[in-house]
């Protein structure tokens, strides 16, 4: 990408541009597992021209039932820990990697609100699962701030700035 082209782009599109060149050069192909971002990361993803050469599939399981159904999340584990844990966000991002020819997944789920928080589990709480093929999935769990667009938008800055850190870094 020229400089210019990158000077033009900021934010969410900058970390694509980034992730995708990242990707190509290293000949990789990822997929995406949203619930709470409701597959904005793959629209941001796919916004991209020449995507297709890096980014193979999303699903967005936004129910515990298509978690299940999916990507292979077991209910024992959702029912154990609740769709907005760590454990099931690893989980996730197992499912991608299994279901998918993907080299590296990524997972998010959580509470974007306005409602459907509790003091356990409150409103901006988003848990995120990360793996490559050839490693173990790394979770983490980010408290973000703001109405439900910010909390979303955050998650989607935060999922894809730690996958080029931590991955492609």
Not at 17 to 28: I, K, N, P
Not at 53 to 69: D, I, L, M, P
């Amino acid at each position: 990408m020229t400089e210019l082209r990158k000077a033009d782009v900021t934010g969410l599109s900058a970390l694509v541009y980034d992730l995708g060149e990242r990707m190509t050069a290293r000949g990789l192909v990822m997929a995406t597992v949203e619930s709470c971002t409701g597959g904005g990361i793959a629209q941001a993803l796919t916004d991209v021209p020449g995507s297709s050469a890096w980014f193979e599939c999303g699903w967005v399981t936004y129910s515990n039932a298509a978690k299940t159904r999916l990507v292979g999340v077991d209910p024992a584990s959702l029912e154990a820990h609740g769709a907005v844990s760590e454990e099931v966000a690893a989980a996730m991002a197992t499912g991608g990697l299994t279901h998918s020819g993907a080299d590296l997944s990524l997972s998010v789920t959580g509470v974007a609100g306005p409602g459907g928080g509790s003091p356990d589990k409150p409103v901006g709480m988003v848990c995120f699962g990360w793996q490559a093929r050839d490693g173990a999935v790394r979770t983490e769990t980010r408290h973000f701030d703001g109405e439900r667009h910010e909390v979303r938008r955050q998650a989607m800055l935060h999922a894809l700035a730690s996958l080029l850190e931590h991955e492609l870094g």
